[in-house]
């Protein structure tokens, strides 16, 4: 079957460390993948975008990676902050169609 | 530029109702698409417009119905409600396919009592 999985549990982190989120899926051939922060009661704000032939996407803090022989995607924070605390989703984004297939998210928790 | 738009942000609504949620997009966006989310629940995905015509829609009864206007603004319809239906319902906004990340409204807070 198809799915898409991030950890399920919340990570904690200690300001200044290096937060590392994983996003893994099956049976899907994504044309891109998409990493989302949403805060509680809000919608979520995109982040990053990186492509099926990319390999790395940086943005300042931020550094996403792809790897489609292992189906997976790495979320990295760098120097992490406590306001950098929020739930993180990424997305599945078709080729055939356009749809977004999305992950339940990993809820982050940055500690001073 | 203005982001996403989205009314009512809060609505109380009584079993057997009905309701409309509206969202107005990013100016040029053409893609609508609509989500569901729960607390606890991740992002349920409803239905998405393009261009005034549904290009993909979730596992949701027939009682959840949309529709997109010429000026791209969208329309969400949820007939003889459910306490179930209390939800968030949140709405992106995007260009021609996934390429580029979809704006999301603040959401509407939708209460069935």
């Known amino acids: 079957s198809q799915k898409i999985e991030q950890n399920s549990e919340a990570l904690n982190i200690q300001e200044g460390k290096t937060a590392t989120l994983t996003c893994n899926y099956t049976n899907y051939s994504p044309a891109y993948l998409q990493w989302y922060r949403q805060d509680p009661g809000r919608g979520p704000v995109f982040l990053l975008l990186i492509r099926e032939n990319e390999k790395e996407k940086r943005k300042e803090r931020l550094k996403v990676t792809f790897d489609t022989t292992l189906k997976q995607s790495l979320f990295h924070i760098t120097a992490s902050q406590p306001a950098d605390s929020a739930t993180y989703l990424c997305?599945?984004?078709?080729?055939?169609?356009?749809?977004?297939?999305w992950g339940a998210g990993t809820k982050l928790i940055i500690k001073p | 530029k203005a982001g996403v738009t989205q009314t009512p942000r809060y609505l109380i609504k009584t079993r057997g109702q009905q309701v409309t949620l509206s969202c107005s997009p990013i100016s040029g966006h053409r893609s609508v698409s609509w989500y569901q989310q729960t607390p606890g629940q991740g992002l349920q995905f409803l239905f998405e417009?393009?261009?005034?015509?549904?290009?993909n829609k979730g596992n949701f009864p027939g009682r959840f119905s949309g529709r997109q206007f010429s000026n791209s603004r969208s329309e969400m319809n949820v007939s003889t409600l459910e306490l179930g239906d209390s939800a968030l319902y949140l709405c992106?906004?995007?260009?021609?396919?996934?390429?580029?990340?979809?704006?999301f409204g603040s959401g509407t807070r939708l209460t069935v009592v």
């Open positions: 992106a906004s995007g260009s021609t396919g996934g390429a580029y990340g979809y704006t």
């Open positions: 997305a599945l984004v078709m080729d055939s169609n356009y749809q977004l297939i």
């Open positions: 417009y393009f261009s005034e015509t549904q290009r």
